[in-house]
């Protein structure tokens, strides 16, 4: 998928941008006026469902206890 600045679409412009998000700045929910309309508010933790563990090789050995 390109960007928008690749696609020349008129919102990779930020004077774009901000035109529109002042001409619905009276019509947008807050965050969480939008969670409480679809049943989200209060917005609460649920289970842990994915683990990222990031391992890298360019450990400096000072910053490292662990021997290589």
């Known amino acids: 998928m390109k960007s928008l600045t690749a696609a020349h679409h ?3 412009e930020t004077r ?3 035109q529109i ?6 019509k947008l ?6 969670l409480d309309e679809i049943g989200l508010y209060p917005l609460t933790p649920t289970a842990i ?3 990222q563990v990031n391992v ?5 050995p000072n910053l490292c ?3 290589r």
């Open 65 to 67: 206890s662990l021997p």
């Open 21 to 26: 998000l002042s001409q619905s700045a009276g």
């Open 10 to 12: 008129e919102l990779s």
């Open 56 to 60: 890298g090789e360019n450990v400096q």
């Open 49 to 51: 469902e994915i683990l």
């Open 16 to 18: 774009k941008q901000i």
């Open 29 to 34: 929910l807050s965050f969480e006026e939008r």
